[in-house]
């Protein structure tokens, strides 16, 4: 067995996969829409396959989760230290929230932590 993807209610769906294409190189596909519930999504793919639903409905509020319960972030591996560290310069050279700067962790990751335009939690890794 393998994770499909995973979804995340947003506000704005052009700006937050706008990010994830500029920043992480995601393919971006086509809007599906369903009238009938309001609902419109677009998945993003990234290399290797992983994929994000990125969906919105207006009856939905789109917010950062209680930070003790539920999902936490997304980690995008990006493959080696320095690639960490320029993405993280270039994303707070524009203005995107870093969380946390550039370092190794306890349990041995280098990683720094950004925010997507909605807020959601995005780990950049080795």
Request: with cysteine; charged share 25%.
């Amino acid at each position: 067995m393998k994770i499909d993807h995973v979804a995340i209610w947003v506000k704005d769906i052009e700006k937050v996969c706008a990010f994830y294409e500029k920043y992480l190189e995601a393919t971006i596909h086509p809007e599906y829409h369903n009238p009938a519930k309001d609902f419109t999504s677009r998945f993003l793919t990234f290399d290797g396959g992983a994929r994000i639903e990125v969906m919105h409905r207006n009856d939905i509020e789109s917010s950062i989760p209680n930070p003790h319960s539920g999902w936490c972030h997304v980690a995008i591996s990006l493959g080696s230290k320095d690639m960490v560290d320029k993405l993280t310069a270039q994303m707070e050279a524009d203005g995107i929230t870093i969380i946390g700067q550039p370092r190794t962790t306890g349990d041995g990751y280098y990683e720094s932590v950004v925010q997507d335009p909605e807020g959601n939690l995005v780990e950049l890794t080795v």
